[in-house]
DNA sequence: AACAGTAGTAATCAATTGATTACTCATCAG
DNA sequence: CTGATGAGTAATCAATTGATTACTACTGTT
């Protein structure tokens, strides 16, 4: 999937890792996602990816803050678009909308999930439980969520993230599968969906 | 942590390496997780750990599927002991308890969100989607939930996995932190949190 | 006692992986 | 043209890891 480019600025060279390594990370998590496969994706060499970041660790934890910062990002732009006259459940709608057009990137989807595994770990541990409490902290008090709305849209959006991660849409003729995508992402499984099938996936 | 025991049964030991393992693939995910350190949980030879279950693949596969038997062994165990007299809500509760009773294992809470992660393997995709579903079945259409009941009993429980995962009850003097914690896993939370800080995690 | 079956390991291997080093080649200012 | 800076790599390394093999030792049976 390499686009055997030239030479790029640093700069460029730095975004098209990030964007291999959000790919391979998301599946192949942490542990599993090497440097090779990611250099592969990028079509560059192992040795510069380590170079450009010093450490793997160092790239997933960029990795996991560029996701995390895209999904700020993207909820207080639409608050930032708030009339002041919609009622929470439009809101909610709006809101819920962004999130389903960030994670059609399954690679971002994919990474923010394996950093909530991480909970454990002395590094990417403490960076999730901010990142998280970070995005509450947005629809509690910047989108003006009362503490059982913005819970009950987290629980949505944790449910909708661990369906696609599933690859659920996949299961097909299965009556269940079908109404509980439906009855959890509603219309937005469709885009989402077809979003996915146009992405590359991991080669080998 | 290894209780330096003689010889055990192979079954006895069989019981002692998946409970070792869920430890340690939840705390390391399945890539991150070495068969050496679930010899070493277990105070046996990494050796040991492969020939018994053939290999990694299948060790993790085996402790998946015992995750996820649980669950399914203990809604069936609530819904069995329903009288017919309870109101959704209520069921809603008890099921809910049950869920958190489980996931008081730590281990068993991570393996199951470690699994979801790997929608996109060839082995463990299908599993997990079949597993998730199983149960989606079981809350549908033994527990006599509606499908929005359903979407909503689990929307809120991926919800409290990931507080658990994250570590969230960690996070201490923030308001928004307890908010959240209290929104989403009422009295639960101290429960499982008590339970928590008593499970020995992986050593190094 | 001797045999058989089973629990368990030490030693070892080939493959993988993150990292380092020393280098090549392109680009561009003067 | 020249020299310097920065992009990028080939080669290599030490460590880790899943797996295999050949072996030891315990246990119960006849």
Redesign the pocket.
């Known amino acids: 999937m390499s686009t055997a480019?030239?030479?790029?600025?640093?700069?460029?060279?730095r975004e098209q890792i990030l964007a291999a390594a959000t790919v391979v990370f998301g599946d192949r998590g942490y542990?599993?996602?090497?440097?090779?496969?990611?250099?592969k994706q990028a079509?560059?060499?192992?040795?510069?990816?380590?170079?450009?970041?010093?450490?793997?660790?160092?790239?997933f934890l960029e990795v996991s803050r560029r996701a995390t910062g895209r999904l700020r990002d993207a909820f207080r732009g639409i608050i930032a678009g708030f009339t002041g006259e919609e009622g929470n459940l439009e809101r909610q709608v709006l809101l819920g909308r962004a999130y389903g057009e960030l994670v059609a990137d399954r690679g971002t989807l994919l990474t923010l999930l394996h950093l909530f595994g991480l909970g454990q770990d002395p590094v990417f541990g403490p960076e999730a439980r901010e990142s998280f409490l970070d995005v509450y902290r947005i629809v509690r008090d910047e989108a003006g969520f009362s503490a059982e709305e913005a819970t009950q849209f987290f629980a949505r959006g944790m449910l909708n993230t661990i369906l696609l991660a599933l690859r659920m849409p996949d299961v097909k003729d299965d009556p269940r599968a079908f109404e509980l995508l439906s009855s959890s992402m509603g219309e937005q499984c469709e885009t989402i969906l077809a979003s996915f099938e146009a992405q590359a996936s991991v080669a080998g």
């Open positions: 480019e030239g030479r790029l600025t640093s700069d460029d060279r542990a599993g996602g090497t440097t090779d496969a990611i250099a079509g560059i060499s192992q040795a510069y990816v380590v170079r450009m970041f010093g450490s793997k660790e160092n790239l």
